[in-house]
């Protein structure tokens, strides 16, 4: 369908209504007029954070920090940690330790009467 098509079908359906047409004016500028909003919205505030990271960047340079501020910034990766672990638990199925049995005590021999 071509666009002259649907705007006729539009109208055929609505009509000529003048209070149509001035109430989805008004509604579509009302969108445009919010979308002008959020983006100065966002200029403002990327505005603001560009002047924190520029000052921030100075006063680093000026004193003599700006390594230290770059060193803050960078999150270190970790390296390899040994965990240390339980034996039984690392150990494979058949190496694990098991409870030795109990020795034979010595009382087991016959009291004398």
Known sequence: MSVERLIATIRAIDGNDVTVAAATRRRVLGSLERRTC???????????????????????????????????????????????????VTAEPSQRTRPEPAAPSSSTTSPTT
């Open 38 to 88: 959020s983006r100065r919205r966002l200029l403002a505030t990327m505005t603001a954070l560009t002047i924190v990271f520029a000052g921030t960047a100075s006063w680093a340079l000026v004193t003599g920090q700006l390594e230290r501020l770059r060193r803050s910034s960078v999150v270190p990766r970790p390296t390899s940690v040994l965990v240390p672990r339980h034996p039984a």
